[in-house]
C-alpha cells in the first residue's frame, strides 16, 4: 500500500509507469504505442489487435522489450510468445524485436544522465539486478555471450562507471528477488546490511535491469533495503528511481529503436 498510487490504485507500479512512458513515446514521437506484459495483462497478442485497430495501414511493428538484458525467462519467452501469436494468422506488416542493448550507447548515456545527480557524496555504488537460477544463467553463458545474463549486467555497470568516471572499486553486484539458495548470489536483503559495518555508511543503489520502477525497486530496494542499511548504522541511502518516462529514456529508445 505504500507504493500504490493513490489516483490508480487499482493499477500496479509497472503497469502505471510503462503506460506513462507509452504516452509520452505517443506524444513526443508521433507514433501510436501500446502497452504489453509478457506475464499478466494486457498480453501480447491483445496489444497487437489494439495497434490493428489504431492503425489499419500498419506497415510495421516494432517490439521493444523493457528489459535491457537477455535471460531465458523474459527475453527468450518474448520471442517465443511472439512468434506464436504472430504466425496464428497472416499480417500484413512486418514485426522487428529489438535486441537486448545493455552495452547500447544510448542506454548508458541515459542512465548515466539520469542517475549522476543522485551519486553526490556517497562512499559505494550498489548495482541491483534481478536474481535468476544459476543453472539456467549457466545455460546462456554455455551459449555464448549473447545469451549470458551475468556478462551483460557487468559490461552495463563497466559502461556506466567509464562514462561516469566512477573506479569500479568503488561499486558493488547485488541481487534481489531470489527464491532459493540456488538462485545467482550475493543477496542484497542479505548483505546490504552489512555495508555500515565494513566501513561504507552512505550508499546509492541503482537498479539498470529495470527501465521503469516497479514493486522490486520500489519496494525491494526503496523501502526494505533502505530499512535494513540504516538499522545496521548506515547514515545515507539514496535510491536511483529508473528511467521511466523521462527525457533522456524516450531519446533513448527512439535512437536504440530507429538508429537516429
Known amino acids: 500500500s505504500q507504493i500504490w498510487r493513490k489516483e490508480d490504485p487499482e493499477i500496479s507500479p509497472m503497469i502505471y509507469f510503462m503506460q506513462k512512458l507509452a504516452q509520452s513515446l505517443e506524444a513526443k514521437k508521433n507514433i501510436p504505442v501500446e502497452v504489453a506484459m509478457r506475464y499478466g495483462e494486457p498480453e501480447i497478442e491483445q496489444a497487437l489487435k489494439d495497434l490493428e485497430k489504431k492503425c489499419p495501414l500498419l506497415h510495421e511493428v516494432v517490439v521493444f522489450p523493457l528489459y535491457p538484458h537477455y535471460a531465458q525467462s523474459t527475453t527468450q519467452t518474448t520471442i517465443d510468445e511472439i512468434g506464436r501469436v504472430f504466425y496464428k494468422r497472416p499480417h500484413s506488416y512486418r514485426l522487428q524485436l529489438v535486441e537486448p542493448y545493455f552495452d547500447h550507447p544510448a542506454f548508458i548515456n541515459a542512465l548515466a544522465k539520469h542517475a549522476e545527480p543522485y551519486l553526490k557524496d556517497i562512499d559505494k555504488l550498489v548495482f541491483s539486478y534481478h536474481s535468476l537460477p544459476v543453472d539456467q544463467v549457466e545455460a546462456g553463458w554455455k551459449k555464448g555471450r549473447e545469451f549470458d545474463y551475468v556478462y551483460q549486467l557487468k559490461e552495463t555497470n563497466r559502461l556506466f562507471c567509464e562514462k561516469l568516471n566512477i573506479q569500479l572499486q568503488y561499486t558493488l553486484l547485488l541481487y534481489a528477488s531470489q527464491r532459493g539458495n540456488n538462485w545467482l548470489k550475493p543477496f542484497l536483503d542479505k548483505d546490504i546490511s552489512?555495508?555500515?559495518?565494513?566501513?561504507?555508511?552512505?550508499?546509492?543503489?541503482i537498479a539498470p535491469g529495470f527501465p521503469v520502477d516497479n514493486l522490486e525497486t520500489l519496494y525491494d530496494i526503496d523501502i526494505e533495503a533502505r530499512e535494513l542499511f540504516m538499522k545496521a548504522g548506515g547514515e545515507k541511502f539514496?535510491?536511483?528511481p529508473s528511467l521511466n518516462n523521462s527525457d533522456e529514456w524516450i531519446e533513448a529508445i527512439w535512437k536504440i529503436t530507429v538508429g537516429v
Open 194 to 205: 552489512d555495508l555500515p559495518r565494513l566501513g561504507w555508511k552512505k550508499v546509492a543503489v
Open 238 to 240: 539514496v535510491f536511483v
